[in-house]
């Protein structure tokens, strides 16, 4: 088979000075350093939104950021899947991320209907938005494979209800998501929220990402 006719190429670059083997992979494959976040919800919890705040956040930071759904039905209550990628160089990638780094459930309804931990890396990261133990959501044997710290918990939708007023949990998540992954720092993600949100709504907003950001760093 020639060169031209692979899907996948790989190629083999050899470092002398630094004894340094690495491996560069074609347009098909994302770059190492690349990281890749899913965010699975239901139509009226702000999915897409999340991750255009996402995205947002990593930009402010001098980061390389893309935000997009997945095309569906979007009404009140039906299955919404959202994508974020935050790179350090370009990002060229396009289609969605199967294989994430990073998984954020604002839905914890959704394990009864999707499988929303396929595809997840070895030893990726985990956020629900929920204040059930995982027992009692029955998925702690699939989280019992990831380690400790890169796994939690946050009742996101009561903090946007004491913080908001309304149970909308995207920006609470958001919160969470950079205190348990480190990806974002907090004053980025309050940035990012008073750039969609104005006024009163962004102060209660950012109270609430405040809010769950401190939860995931104390658990």
């Known amino acids: 088979m020639r060169w031209w006719m692979l899907k996948q190429i790989a190629l083999i670059v050899i470092n002398k000075a630094a004894g340094v083997v690495a ?20 139509g009226g919890q702000g999915v897409v939104s999340a ?3 996402m995205s947002t ?21 039906a299955p919404v899947v959202s994508y974020c990628r935050i790179d350090d160089k370009e990002i060229r990638l396009r289609e969605p991320i199967l294989d994430p780094d990073a998984v954020i459930i604002q839905d914890p309804t959704l394990f009864q209907a999707l499988d929303v931990f396929q595809g997840l890396a ?60 480190g990806r974002l720092h907090f004053k980025s993600v ?22 769950a950001f401190e939860a995931v760093q104390a658990a």
């Not at 491996?23 to 239901?42: C, E, K, P, S, T």
């Not at 997945?70 to 209550?77: L, P, V, Y």
């Not at 019992?144 to 939708?157: I, M, N, R, S, Y």
């Not at 309050?190 to 809010?211: C, P, Q, S, T, Y």
């Open 23 to 42: 491996l560069i992979f074609d347009g098909n494959r994302r770059a190492l350093d690349m990281f890749q976040i899913r965010i699975h919800g239901r």
């Open 51 to 53: 991750a255009e705040m």
């Open 57 to 77: 956040a990593a930009f402010l930071e001098g980061k390389h950021a893309q935000a997009f759904p997945s095309f569906g039905s979007e009404r009140t209550g």
């Open 122 to 181: 070895p030893g990726g990261f985990v956020l629900i938005n929920s204040t059930r133990s995982f027992e009692e959501l029955g998925i702690s044997q699939f989280l019992d494979t990831l380690p400790k710290e890169h796994v939690c918990a946050v009742g996101a939708t009561e903090l946007a209800i004491q913080h908001v007023g309304r149970p909308v949990p995207n920006a609470a998540l958001l919160g969470g998501f950079a205190a348990i992954t």
């Open 190 to 211: 309050d940035a990012a929220i008073r750039k969609k949100f104005g006024g009163r709504i962004g102060d209660g907003n950012v109270a609430a990402a405040l809010a």
